[in-house]
């Protein structure tokens, strides 16, 4: 007689895929876990010179290597951050007594990510619209990173709002790149932080980037799902929803919060492991007033952990600071830690202006 019926016991359990599956998990559950966020410094030698040269600091390799020495060094940064997106040539940077960089982000207890795509290009045959390059030979990068210890990756597409813009055609072909490199990181083990980044220049209101946003989140969404990419192992990092940095019209902490949980809220799965949002050129005070007003606003309804994953609201008072010069490397640490810690209290809605006093 057949049995009809499957085994009580799976000899086969728990499985490769099963195991692979729970891993990722458990990697994006440590990156969002208690009020910690992410910290991306992982700028490109041009943009990381770009910022450098705004300062006067001199963009040579070892002024870069000494700027991110200097975050990696930071003391009791492994309490508000949980996770460093790295940039492929810190990797093989050594600090000043020789430990390479990476290893001090691994010893302060902060889990290394890397950016992996190859910047953002003119996307042929629509102008003012980009499409972000680097799936070529990809799987083979994730591998070796694998290999050096790193957990997580990032890719970041950008969305220009203008006249015309974005067109489907650039929404669908970044859509469609960031699912293809979400698969492959999901392949070699890596979590995925998937980064379709609506931009914050132009005129327009408010409500437009909330429709543009919507519709490349949705669009993300429906190529993860056509990419089998799980969605229990990815972190999306969004923009807010702002209004453009020239518009007439600037909104209040409180509409901004709103806007940017309701759009993520029809456009987001429950599912995803989490949110760490972008700055995107908001000040560290405002990027972070606006994270503690959406945990204010929306605590217990929130489907996913939201929290942090900036570059400038995090790094840029501190460059400021520090312009190159070794007598201010305590007082930027401190900057740094003052930044991060403002924004881990508004994982909790505990951030206050009176901290920035403090
Ligand atoms: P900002 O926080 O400066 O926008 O940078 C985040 C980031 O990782 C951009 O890719």
Excluded at 207 to 230: I, K, P, S, W
Excluded at 256 to 267: G, M, R
Aim: some cysteine; charged content about 20%.
């Amino acid at each position: 007689m057949t049995t009809l019926m499957a085994p009580l016991l799976d000899i086969n359990f728990p499985n490769k895929e099963t195991m692979d599956k729970l891993v990722l998990t458990a990697t994006a559950a440590a990156l969002l876990s208690g009020s910690k966020g992410l910290l991306a410094m992982d700028e490109s030698t041009a943009t990381c010179n770009k910022r450098f040269a705004a300062l006067g600091i001199p963009q040579t390799e070892q002024f870069r290597r000494d700027w991110r020495e200097l975050i990696a060094t930071t003391p009791g940064l492994g309490e508000y951050i949980s996770g460093a997106i790295l940039y492929d040539e810190t990797l093989y940077q050594n600090g000043k007594d020789g430990t390479p960089v990476l290893q001090t982000i691994i010893n302060a207890g902060i889990i290394p990510g890397i950016k992996v795509d190859a910047g953002a290009k003119p996307l042929a045959g629509f102008p003012g619209e980009k499409i972000t390059e680097g799936l070529d030979g990809l799987r083979e990068r994730l591998n070796g990173y694998y290999k050096m210890g790193l957990r997580f990756a990032k890719w970041r597409a950008v969305i220009a709002i203008g006249n015309g813009i974005p067109t489907a055609a650039c929404i669908e072909a970044n859509a469609d790149a960031l699912a293809r490199y979400a698969a492959l990181c999901q392949e070699a083990g890596l979590v995925p932080v998937v980064e379709p980044e609506v931009l914050m220049e132009g005129t327009h209101e408010l409500q437009v980037c909330f429709r543009v946003t919507e519709r490349m989140m949705r669009a993300v969404f429906t190529r993860l799902y056509l990419q089998g990419v799980l969605l229990e192992g990815i972190i999306i990092k969004p923009n807010m929803v702002n209004p453009g940095l020239t518009c007439p019209v600037q909104n209040t902490i409180e509409e901004v919060a709103d806007a940017t949980v309701q759009c993520l809220l029809q456009s987001v799965p429950a599912a995803v492991a989490g949110i760490a949002f972008l700055s995107g050129g908001q000040s560290g005070e405002l990027a972070t007033a606006h994270l503690n007003a959406m945990h204010i606003r929306y605590r217990s309804k929130l489907p996913w952990p939201l929290t942090f994953s900036f570059a400038r609201a995090i790094q840029q008072p501190a460059m400021g600071i520090w312009q190159g010069q070794e007598k201010n490397k305590r007082a930027a640490q401190q900057a740094l830690l003052h930044r991060a810690g403002c924004d881990a209290a508004a994982r909790s809605g505990e951030y206050t202006a009176a901290m920035e006093k403090a």
